[in-house]
């Protein structure tokens, strides 16, 4: 370990440096308040000419790029420099605003060294708020999600994201708009800023970065158990594997609680590791939620005897089960009324490794082929005997509401209307008119891509094989299909397929439909009973493209937005609403 007592500009503005939060770290948190004492302590600092000590900042050597630029993993601190960060921003664009150059005059309690430099907002820019990495530059601190791409927009003066990291934004503005203010002087902030000093912790390989880790988050916006636990299993792991473990396990949790956000964290979620831990550990009374995370390491060091990722999949599978507990009963019924909360032998309630697929199982009634089979009685099928003929070509008409619509197959024992997206000589590509069915894109939440998701199967083998007969089929025309990447959330569309049956990508959702009230889609029958997501009669549906993390796509709103951050792949109760193109 090396611990440097250094500047804070001297530390962020190190050339050729890059400052990266991991994916374990939480999102940038901070809100108003926090920003507004921080603006206190800088401005006092710049009028009395004192020192202040921000923060410790712990970090680790994340190597050099080719082109020479030295990266550092921030393990603690991060919040603070992303704050200075967007203050510096909004400085930047003070000065550009009203032509202000900062003169560094020599401070009395620094020594002298060089010669004080002077700063107008481009030399701002570029040694404090930039790095150029060979040909590409972009923002010395590199955050995750949403707070990334809003605060790259603002430090490189393009577009604000179609989605917006709101904090970054409205914390942008609180500056900006302070400087705007009566009496401001540029020189107090600035002063105030190179007197600010942290203490900065580089990590060596013999570190425990968790313990230091805890120690030394007793300032600024505290952290929760969650953001404990999802340090203390991740942190340990090499870059890629966090990456993957957070993807595939940690992030799916978040957004299961994803509309409980407020300043503290997400309740719900921090709740429901809470009553995971009092069921794995029927010994421990938790009643103060501010010892979860205390308990969770008395777990893990004294019981606990499997990986990391073998945790991570049990809480998911508990998360999910939690996040029911909250949507169908309002939080009151107690977690230990699921069917795998059982006792069994030892110190624990839950048998260990719930995965989700068991889970996915539990919660459903009836099987799919029971589903299925249910649907079809009274329907029949059958061809007249001899050889398979294509049948007729099915008729278009027009709807009350001016588009062409067609009648071709059956679901649930009923014939399916689709409604013409776009027209050829010979063929027609349609969508079905209303949601048919309530399918999971994927089993349970992995990894997944259109390619290789069990909705695409089942929409090419039991849907063909259900929906239409044999001389129904061979109109069906092959359809060469690209999912593309989703730029935003850096996630990936995966390989090219062709499919018979697929779903509108979110590119083509958006193109085929003139508005949101275009998408909106009613269910069948069949639908309901399968036990599809409506409100005001209106269906949640999905999309075959990406959604925020590789374990969700995205869905159609039963308001007809469109939701690009997506619902998890294992989730039940989204529609499926298919598209065929099909010979005339």
């Not at 400052?19 to 600092?45: A, G, K, N």
């Not at 409604?419 to 209303?434: D, S």
């Amino acid at each position: 370990m090396q611990i440097n007592q250094l500047w804070f500009l001297d530390f962020t503005g190190q050339p050729q440096v890059q400052f990266l939060v991991p994916r374990y770290q939480r999102v940038y948190s901070w809100l108003t308040v926090q920003c507004e004492e921080l603006w206190e302590d800088v401005m006092r600092c710049g009028r009395d000419q004192i020192s202040h000590f921000i923060s410790t900042t712990l970090y680790l050597d994340a190597g050099v790029s080719e082109n020479g630029v030295r990266r550092m993993d921030i393990i603690d601190g991060q919040q603070r420099i992303a704050s200075v960060t967007i203050l510096l921003t909004a400085l930047r664009d003070y000065m550009a605003e009203t032509g202000t150059v900062l003169e560094c005059e020599a401070l009395a309690n620094q020594e002298s060294g060089a010669a004080p430099h002077d700063y107008d907002p481009q030399a701002l820019h570029d040694r404090f708020l930039t790095v150029q990495d060979g040909d590409v530059v972009s923002p010395k601190i590199q955050l995750i999600g949403p707070d990334k791409t809003t605060l790259y927009a603002l430090v490189m003066r393009t577009p604000l994201p179609e989605r917006v990291s709101t904090r970054v934004k409205e914390n942008y503005e609180y500056f900006l708009g302070r400087m705007r203010e009566e009496g401001f002087d540029a020189r107090v902030l600035w002063n105030g800023l190179r007197e600010l000093l942290v203490i900065a912790t580089k990590l060596g390989e013999g570190d425990r970065p968790q313990a230091i880790f805890e120690s030394l988050n007793t300032k600024g916006l505290p952290l929760t158990a969650a953001d404990l636990i999802r340090n203390y299993l991740l942190v340990a792991e090499t870059q890629r594997e966090q990456q993957r473990l957070y993807t595939e396990y940690w992030q799916p949790m978040e957004m299961l609680f994803r509309d409980d956000s407020n300043s503290t964290g997400s309740l719900k979620f921090n709740t429901g590791l809470r009553m995971w831990l009092t069921i794995r550990c029927k010994r421990m009374c938790i009643s103060d939620r501010t010892r979860t995370f205390h308990y969770f390491k008395i777990y893990m060091n004294a019981l606990y005897d499997g990986t990391a990722e073998e945790l991570l999949d049990e809480l998911r599978s508990f998360c999910y089960l939690w996040s029911k507990n909250y949507e169908l009963n309002s939080g009151r019924a107690h977690c230990s009324k699921f069917a795998w909360a059982k006792k069994s032998k030892g110190n624990t309630l839950i048998p260990p490794m719930a995965r989700t697929s068991d889970i996915t199982r539990m919660l459903k009634t009836k099987t799919r082929e029971e589903t299925l089979l249910e649907a079809m009685k009274g329907q029949n099928r059958a061809e007249q005997g001899g050889e398979v003929q294509m049948c007729s070509a099915p008729g278009i008409s027009m709807s009350a509401a001016g588009y062409e619509t067609l009648e071709f197959g059956r679901w649930g024992g009923q014939p399916i209307v689709w409604r013409v997206l776009e027209r050829g000589e010979a063929w027609a590509l349609v969508i079905a008119e209303k949601v048919l069915d309530s399918v999971p894109y994927h089993s349970h939440y992995i990894f997944t891509t259109w390619a290789d998701c069990f909705l695409r199967d089942w929409a090419n083998d039991t849907f063909v094989a259900q929906a239409f007969s044999a001389g129904e089929a061979l109109r069906l025309m092959d359809n060469e299909i690209h999912t593309a990447d989703d730029g935003f959330w850096e996630t990936m569309g995966g390989p090219d397929c062709n499919d018979r049956v697929f779903l509108l990508s979110k590119e083509e959702a958006a193109r085929y439909f003139a508005d949101a009230s275009e998408r909106m889609a009613q269910p069948t029958e069949h639908a309901l009973l399968s036990g599809v997501y409506v409100e005001d009669g209106y269906c949640l549906w999905w999309l075959r493209s990406p959604g925020h993390g590789q374990g969700f796509a995205s869905t159609v709103w039963p308001v007809g937005g469109l939701d690009t951050a997506g619902s998890g792949v294992g989730r039940p109760g989204v529609g499926f609403r298919p598209v065929i193109r099909v010979r005339l």
